[in-house]
C-alpha cells in the first residue's frame, strides 16, 4: 500500500493525562510520511486532561468510526490510557495491524494485556528520532 | 441467573497504578453476593504495579480466557489503565454486559471512550457503601 492511500489512526492518553502530549505531536509528525493520519488533533498542545468539548458519546462514535476506517493503528502506550486500551481491544478484535510504542526510561510498567497480546507488534524506543526505524521496519512488513 | 451460577470478571489497574487496590479488594467482597468473581487477585494488597510475576503472554492469555468464560465484566475505572480498557473493548465486542464504576471526588475525569461508549453501563460512586445499590440495581437488570 502506497502512502497516500494508507489511513492512519493514532492512538494517545487524553483524560488519562497528557505527560506525554508533545511527543505524541512529534510521533504523529513521522507517522505522516507513511500514510494520512486521522487523529493529529491527539498531539495539539491545547488539548488538556479535561478532553474534547463535546458529548461523550459523539467523541465515542466517531474515534471508533474512525479506527474501523483506518488501515493500522499506532498506539504509544506509556501513559496508561482506558481509551488507549479499549480502542487497541477494538482494533484487533477487527483484526487491524496494530503498532504500540512504548518508551524506556520512564518508572512505567507495561500493562500484560498489551505486552502479552499476540495480536499487537510491541516496540521500545528511548527518543523520538528511534521511531523512524521502527515505523520503516513496521510499515515495510504490511502488505 | 443465580448468583451460584454467575461469573463475574473484575477489572482493575494493576501496572497503570494501585492507588486504588484496597478499594478493589473491598468491591470484591461485595460482588461476591452477587456471583463467584474469578479475579480476587487484582484487590491483593501483595500485587504492586510491576504486575504479576511470569511471562506477558500467559498473563494476556489466561484474563482473556476469565474474560471469555464470565457472564459479567465489573471494571473499576478511576484510575486509568491500559489493560482494564483493553479488556473493555474486547467484552463489548463479545456483547457481556459491563458495569463500569467511577469514583468521584478526584481529580481523574473518565475517558470518553468508556462514559461515552453505549455498551457499558457506566455509574458514579462516592464511596464503597454506595456500590452496594448499584450492584443490586445492575444485577436485577440483567436476565
Known sequence: MKPDDRVIYFAGSIRGGRDDAAIY????ERLKKFGR???????????????EPGLARAIHDRDLEWV??????????TTPSLGVGYEIGR?????KPVLCLFRTGTPRTLSAMISGCPDV?????????????????FFAGLR
Open 25 to 28: 505531536a512529534q510521533l504523529i
Open 68 to 77: 474501523s476506517a483506518s488501515d493500522v493503528v499506532v498506539a504509544e502506550v
Open 121 to 137: 507488534t510491541v516496540r521500545e524506543y528511548a527518543e523520538v528520532a528511534d521511531v523512524e526505524r521502527i515505523f520503516e521496519e
Open 37 to 51: 493520519v486521522l487523529t493529529e488533533h491527539i498531539g495539539a498542545a491545547s488539548l488538556t486532561d479535561g478532553g
Open 91 to 95: 482494533a484487533t478484535e477487527w483484526q
